[in-house]
């Protein structure tokens, strides 16, 4: 039961709430000053000079103090206004952030695009230029520019000549 208690008040949410709480009690505490220090007396002014803290009227002995309830509901809805006015600059900057980032990886694709090498194409491989024959009279392999074969002493220069010229007819 500790380990699952343990696990409970260390996940992020529950974290961000109490980090959440504890700065909203002292925000309420300038809230409820600027209510009862700054704007109930402006009110005041317009009201003749009313304090809404003392406004009550008393039933059977029991004092009903609507003064302080008002002065609670304005403190409320100041604190609304500003939690609104926060969550709306969050919302902002979070698309603001949310634009940025779109373009930011269009922009990534656009360059990773750019660099990705292309697909090569298969070249054929030249054949390469032969560099030895074969002796038509001892089979033998010789070099290419031989005239005379080295182990049957044939003159090839001859018999070439001869071939192309049959080829030719």
């Known amino acids: 039961?500790?380990?699952?208690?343990?696990?409970?008040?260390?996940?992020?949410?529950?974290?961000?709430l109490a980090i959440g709480v504890i700065i909203g009690g002292g925000f309420q505490s300038i809230v409820n000053s600027l209510v009862n220090d700054v704007i109930m007396p402006a009110i005041?002014?317009?009201?003749?000079k009313i304090d809404f803290n003392d406004m009550m009227f008393t039933i059977s002995?029991?004092?009903?103090?609507?003064?302080?309830?008002?002065?609670?509901?304005?403190?409320?809805?100041?604190?609304a206004f500003c939690v609104f006015l926060i969550v709306r600059y969050i919302n902002k900057l979070n698309k603001t952030l949310e634009e940025k980032s779109k373009e930011f990886n269009k922009k990534l694709e656009k360059e990773s695009k750019f660099f990705k090498r292309k697909k090569k194409k298969e070249v054929p491989t030249p054949t390469p230029v032969p560099t030895t024959k074969i002796?038509?009279?001892c089979l033998s392999e010789i070099n290419i520019k031989a005239s005379k074969c080295p182990h049957c002493t044939s003159n090839?220069?001859?018999?070439?000549?001869?071939?192309?010229?049959?080829?030719?007819?």
Do not use: H, R
């Not at 005041?44 to 003749?48: A, C, E, K, L």
């Not at 002995?61 to 604190?79: D, E, P, R």
């Not at 090839?156 to 007819?169: A, M």
């Open 1 to 16: 039961m500790w380990k699952e208690f343990k696990e409970f008040a260390t996940k992020g949410n529950v974290m961000d």
């Open 44 to 48: 005041s002014i317009f009201t003749g």
């Open 61 to 79: 002995g029991n004092s009903v103090k609507y003064g302080s309830f008002i002065t609670n509901v304005i403190n409320f809805l100041i604190m």
């Open 135 to 137: 002796c038509p009279f």
């Open 156 to 169: 090839l220069k001859e018999e070439i000549e001869g071939e192309q010229l049959k080829i030719e007819e």
